[in-house]
């Protein structure tokens, strides 16, 4: 096979994916009593890459790394080649090839990321990416593997036939995906389970690609946590943890003081169990060489070596004096009930310096000054500490290796950085914040962002912005004008876009 005709003619949505950014990977390792290597300086291996949406950030990120995206779609795989291209990045290449078929030379990597790729192949597929995982992952490196989990999708299922059953296998992708939009409008009048009218009504919201290649694609193969951790045992590959967000988390009463294989048998047993009862649908497994150094269940007790960053908002007026249960609530819409002031004084302090990440033990100062300066009591190191893992858990803060440095101010000239006037420029592609989250930016949105080279003043913006709402026919007083001007600003500073003066 020489390309993928279903992705030619329907690309994925290719996104930056938060989840999978090595710096993240390697603190929940080192959570796991697992140091990874430097991803500043690693290399990296994105299987399924797409058109690269999330491989080339991280590429930008740390030109010391050395990134290789692998991508059997030759739609995809060219139009990420051409962007690499015309933004000159010499430390990252799309090989368009098939995961099955790659060749020993590749070499070794320090992080290997397959999203969205494992469940969606043939069985022998699903192999080869494993024996790829095992045979190109370094002493010490981390391979990500995301899979759909059986318990979640079982209910799912009669949908997923009723949509094969009622479409044409004949017709292109696009249109398949049309048909099956007409056939979710005829299912919600038909069918009354609310999970599946749930599903049903998210599926005629989200990108098409998403209901395709979920819902009408030729593989689609969900399984047991145990049936994964099994396969890739077989390869040589042990659990080490979860890179996703979790509702909940295994405990593991004496985990250290277990052998090995006990532990690992206890603890894939909790985790099958977990996913039953949450109905578990998605898995980001974080997987290493089974000759590498043992992990084990996560433990706070490395979080102090970490930092950790955090984009929280909350509607109520928190109090820093009582501990009583406040939420917060993240971009993505996800809540976060905190309760310990300490914590909720670290989530505003996180929040306020997002998307730096602040060392522990910082934060934990800053987080003592701060309720004490509002009149609470003092606040304990441990169970802090405690608090704030289980928030890192939940993905309320991420932990990471790489604190980052960004621009305070936007400056007189503002001047964004080239990756991201050109993600700006280019239709198809989505503009990545720092923390590798999708910006949602409209047309005027874009334009402004592409037009930060820093030789641009705020009456020269200003020009602009006028410009596009007279073309647009938009007759916005200037006020108007320069306030949606400064709220730009401020996103992109936030989103760490903008270079230092
Ligand atoms: C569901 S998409 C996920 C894309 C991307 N990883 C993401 O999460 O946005 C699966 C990707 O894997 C690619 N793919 C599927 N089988 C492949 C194979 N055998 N070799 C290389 N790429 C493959 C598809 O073309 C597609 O781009």
């Known amino acids: 096979m020489d390309t993928l005709a279903s992705y030619d003619e329907l690309p994925y949505d290719s996104l930056p994916l938060p989840e999978t950014q090595p710096d993240v990977l390697a603190a929940l390792a080192k959570l796991h009593g697992f140091d990874a290597p430097d991803p500043c300086t690693a290399r990296i291996l994105e299987l399924g890459c797409a058109q690269g949406g999330n491989l080339i950030p991280l590429a930008w990120r740390w030109p010391q790394s050395d990134c290789v995206g ?4 030759r739609v995809q795989a060219g139009a990420g080649t051409a962007f690499i291209r015309q933004l000159g990045l010499p430390n990252v290449r799309i090989l368009h090839a098939d995961i099955a078929a790659l060749p020993d030379s590749l070499g070794e990597f320090d992080y290997i990321i397959a999203h969205g790729v494992f469940s969606w192949v043939p069985p022998a597929v699903q192999q080869a990416l494993l024996a790829r995982c095992r045979r190109h992952l370094s002493a010490r490196g981390l391979a990500y593997v995301s899979f759909n989990v059986s318990a979640g999708w079982q209910p799912l299922r009669r949908l997923r036939a009723t949509l094969l059953a009622r479409t044409d296998a004949r017709l292109t992708a696009p249109e398949r995906h049309h048909q099956a939009l007409q056939v979710l409008d005829e299912l919600a009048t038909e069918w009354t389970d609310p999970v599946l009218l749930k599903e049903m009504a998210y599926l005629k919201t989200a990108a098409p690609s998403y209901l395709f290649h979920e819902y009408l694609a030729d ?211 989505v503009v990545s914040g720092a923390r590798q989250v999708a910006l949602a930016l409209d047309d005027p949105g874009r334009n402004l962002l592409a037009a930060l080279d820093g030789q641009r003043n705020e009456s020269d913006l200003m020009a602009l912005m006028q410009q596009q709402c007279d073309a647009a026919g938009r007759d916005w007083p200037h006020a108007q004008v320069a306030e949606r001007i400064r709220r730009q600003l401020w996103l992109y500073l936030r989103q760490g876009l903008i270079e230092q003066a």
């Open 70 to 73: 692998v991508e059997l779609s």
């Open 219 to 429: 593989s689609h193969a969900p399984m047991s946590f145990a049936e994964f951790a099994g396969m890739a045992d077989a390869h040589g590959l042990r659990y080490l943890g979860e890179a996703g967000p979790r509702q909940a988390r295994v405990e593991i009463e004496d985990a250290w003081g277990l052998i090995p294989e006990s532990m690992a048998g206890r603890w894939h047993d909790a985790e099958s169990s977990l996913d039953e009862a949450l109905a578990t649908r998605f898995r980001r497994a974080l997987l290493a060489r089974d000759d590498a150094p043992c992990g084990q269940p996560p433990l706070p007790d490395a979080l102090p070596g970490l930092s950790v960053y955090a984009d929280l908002a909350s509607d109520d007026e928190i109090d820093l004096a009582a501990a009583q249960a406040q939420d917060f609530v993240n971009p993505a819409g996800n809540r976060f009930a905190i309760t310990l002031p300490g914590v909720k004084a670290a989530a505003m302090i996180l929040s306020a310096h997002y998307p730096a990440a602040l060392p522990y033990h910082a934060l934990y100062a800053a987080a003592c000054g701060l309720v004490q300066a509002h009149g609470g009591a003092g606040v304990d190191e441990a169970p802090f500490r405690v608090a704030l893992f289980d928030l890192v858990m939940l993905h309320g803060a991420m932990p990471t290796v790489w604190p980052g440095q960004f621009a305070d101010t936007p400056g007189m000239q503002p001047r964004a950085h080239a990756l991201a006037r050109a993600q700006a420029r280019a239709p198809g592609w």
